[in-house]
């Protein structure tokens, strides 16, 4: 179990001083600590008599219940109801009005009091003008330093503090001042840096949970928690987010060698991350009331609110102008040969893909360079080292001789690296490379040198005066936008390539498909062809064959003109038989027949007139509506289909009343329906399935049934690319509907 108090920290172990368990806090309020449900005063700081008239011995094991009176109970029981409460709170205890901040600890409840003060209205108003002329500023700068400068100069007038800091985090976390409002108690530090280890992780976690830490007295004396460790949960109580928790000694012990006595600082969230802080300094202690706190807050969260709308416009302008070059990139490529003649295309080049000043493209054994790069004996070091070293897509660095000390040798053209692996295995890489900056940085003291105390502990640097240093072998950093527009720019050149040989293999597949059809199609025509003249043929000819051994068994004249009259019959069929195998074959095998303006009352009529014309033909009542008049198609097919259509809706006419035939046309939705309907004997769909259309497939026992009519219509329907549908009721009638994706007028 960790114990604060047997944690031995210096400057070498601060990163993991367990600050959350420090069992102290600065005596300008008060701290319990309750159990959630019977709200018992589990632990307590041992100041509550200057507070409270209650000695801390006094408090603890005892209900708040029964230590307030029942409207002040009631009242603070309605807030740690909350789940959330939001502070500060304005509470009473036995008539003494305090700030209660209030918040949870696992299943504890932390209460915390500061003693009430007022603002004036003077105060008050004071305040607001200046928060509404540093608005006002805001909405019209337009750049990270004077926004952090104007902020800075409204925060000195409102605290009144010596020093006021705008700080900035960089990447690696340590911090330069980017803004300063001072008087002239306190040194400049605008433009110097700060090294990580000044705010080590722990109070940078500290700085993102709780936004306001303020130390009003760097010398006042601390105030124990009793007892240390929580009597119900054995351990140290958790107070991180408190607003009274004591520093740390390393860090009072830093600020004690500025020369400050009170420091208040407000963190800068951007998006939920830490972006910096404003640290304000003072030389004598000073206490900054809740109603400061607010204000200064506020105006913290204006900044943050601001930088981050700078930095989205810039990253949106910087994204826009990537994304461009990136689409342009792409479809010079598409329209190349390769990867590699589009990119040496110079109307969009490579290099604007990033704010890099050389870019190489490592294909094939090949090296392509684009602006300053390393010698190719150099790039091939470090793509070997890339390949061996890095298991990453996406490697990017600012100070690639750091881990790779080779790049050292050409830190001024290539000292930032952004990589981009193609093939680990074939060494095929892009890359992008940035110079070396050339900086000199001042620091706030010498970072390197933390001093060895006489208790043998490494103690923060007493000295602040400026330090310079000369930055070597670093380049500007690596921007998410950069990072993004790379690896977009390399899926698009993967995609267009993988797509290129998608469309090859399917061209080609096409082809293959093409011929294997084709003759596929032939052998079916030959094979379909064969069938229908072995089936066709072969019973007419049976009948003739019958025929002739009846007159031969019997060769008298009766039988002789039975034998004639039934011949001539037969003979007729298979004529017939024969055309109408022969229209098939033609359908099957030449589709390309000419397209033609085709007059549809034209063809009805010449229907109706051979179908009158059949001997013994009941008469039949036709209607006839032609909303489209002509169509284009080849006539043999329009002709075709409907006489087959016609015939049928007569053919199998009900003897149970006369036949109606009503044939139709019209245009919907770009395309050309024709239905022809009848009230004749109809059919049973949901019997016949889609064996409907199929080849010998007859439905009622008609002598003139052959099952070739309907087979026939659908082919010659489908290889004009139309749609033919059906509908039917058993002795209610027939509707056949075809339709044609083709105008007409």
Known sequence: MQNYKNHFVDLSNCDTEPIYIIGRIQPHGFLLVLDAVTHVIEQTSTNTADFLNFSPESLLNQPLADLLSNEEYQHLHDILLQEQPVNPQLLSWQGNLFFGFIHTSGNKIILEGEPYTTSSDLDRIKDNNRLVRLNEQLNVLDNLASVAQAVAKTLLEVLAYDRVEVIQYDSEWNSEVIAEARNNQLPAYLGHHFPASDIPAPARELLRQKHIRQIPDVHAPSVEIIPYYNPTTGAPTNIIKSELRNPSEIHLEYVHNMGVAATISFSVLVKGNLWGLISCHNVTPVFMDVWKRQTGELITKAFANNVSSIQEKRDKKQWARFRETEEQLIRQINSSKNIRAGLLKTEYNLLALTEGTGAIVALGNQVTNFGLVPTEEQVRALIDWLAENNTERLFCSRQLEKIFPEAAAYREVASGLLALEISRYNKEYLLFFKPEIKETRVWAGNPELPKLGADLRLHPRKSFEKWEEVIKGKSEGWSLNEQEITQTFLKDVVALQLRNQATQLENLN?????????????????????????????????????????????????????????????????????????????????????????????????????????????????????????????????????????????????????????????LANERIYIAVSDNGLGMNLAKMGDKLFGLYKTFHRHENAKGLGLYLTKMQIEALGGTIEVASELNKGTTFTVSFNQTGD
């Open 510 to 666: 096409k082809e293959l498909t093409q011929a294997a059809d084709a003759l596929q199609a032939k052998n079916d025509q030959l094979e379909d062809f064969a069938h229908i003249m072995s089936h066709n043929l072969r019973s007419p000819l049976s009948n003739i064959t019958g025929l002739h051994q009846l007159y031969q068994d019997e060769p008298n004249l009766e039988n002789a003109a039975f034998a004639i009259e039934h011949i001539k019959r037969v003979s007729d069929n298979m004529t017939q038989t024969i055309e109408d195998l022969n229209v098939i074959l033609k359908t099957r095998i030449n589709r390309q027949l000419p397209v033609e303006e085709v007059q549809l009352s034209e063809i009805i009529q010449k229907e109706q007139q051979n179908l009158l014309a059949i001997p013994g033909q009941a008469p039949v009542e036709w209607h006839v509506d032609l909303q489209v008049k002509t169509i284009l198609l080849p006539k043999i097919y329009v002709e075709s289909f409907l006489h087959n259509l016609m015939s049928n809706a007569i053919k199998y006419r009900s003897p149970e009343r006369a036949p109606v035939v009503t044939i139709k046309s019209w």
